[in-house]
């Protein structure tokens, strides 16, 4: 079965970089996704990345995939505290129409 | 630039009773989801249409739920004889085509209280 788990909570001071972890189960994940959600909004998808890469680097966002041990990172570099947010990573596999399945997502707190 | 809009925001309802959610995607994809949130947990797949035609659904979808398509634009959820269970955000998502990249463009959600 599907399952994808994430830590609730992770709190970092402005301008360091943060890690936010998630891991999966299901081997047969195409694609695995990042989304961010900020209070009273909707989910807005940071990046993505396909199953048969290793990295992926988007300006301030790089995503490690580690698909031995099914486990995805986000790295925010030079965190703002506009990224404070929950984040959720997401997986889909091939022919389901994008029909993704949601960790529980992580809280992201950024102090001054 | 018009995203995808859903209505109404908040909806409170007394247990027993109907309720009906509007989505409206972005004008050009062709797909369009809902998904369920509840508190402090990720966003849970219910249903999904291409075009008007209802392609999959969760068995999360109760047989209290339905959701139409009618032309292949915006979409209705409904839920009858709401129970407090059933209190969550309710979110629509569309894409576009044959992508299968997962790039879904939420709305804001519809949140229902069932007292």
């Known amino acids: 079965g599907e399952d994808v788990e994430q830590s609730l909570f992770l709190s970092v001071r402005e301008g360091d970089s943060s890690v936010i972890n998630c891991t999966y189960t299901d081997s047969s994940s195409t694609y695995l996704y990042w989304y961010k959600q900020e209070p009273g909004a909707g989910l807005q998808l940071l990046t993505y990345?396909?199953?048969?890469?290793d990295m992926k680097q988007d300006q301030r966002l790089t995503v490690l995939l580690n698909k031995k041990d099914k486990h995805l990172s986000l790295r925010i570099a030079d965190t703002q505290t506009g990224d404070s947010a929950i984040y959720f990573c997401?997986?889909?596999?091939?022919?389901?129409?994008?029909?993704?399945?949601f960790g529980t997502g992580t809280r992201l707190q950024v102090t001054l | 630039d018009t995203g995808v809009s859903q209505n109404p925001r908040h909806k409170i309802t007394k247990r027993g009773q109907n309720v009906t959610f509007r989505c409206d995607p972005i004008?050009?994809?062709?797909?369009l989801y809902w998904y369920r949130q509840t508190l402090g947990q990720g966003p849970e797949f219910l249903t999904y249409?291409?075009?008007?035609?209802?392609?999959?659904k969760s068995r999360l979808l109760s047989d209290r739920f339905s959701a139409e398509r009618p032309k292949g634009s915006f979409s209705t959820l409904e839920i009858q004889r709401t129970e407090q269970g059933d209190s969550a955000m309710y979110l629509c998502?569309?894409?576009?085509?044959?992508?299968?990249?997962?790039?879904?463009?939420f709305g804001e959600g519809s949140r229902l209280t069932v007292l």
């Open positions: 997401a997986e889909s596999m091939w022919g389901t129409a994008s029909k993704l399945t």
């Open positions: 990345i396909f199953s048969n890469m």
């Open positions: 998502a569309s894409s576009f085509g044959t992508t299968n990249t997962g790039e879904l463009f």
């Open positions: 249409f291409q075009n008007e035609a209802q392609l999959e």
């Open positions: 004008s050009e994809h062709n797909r």
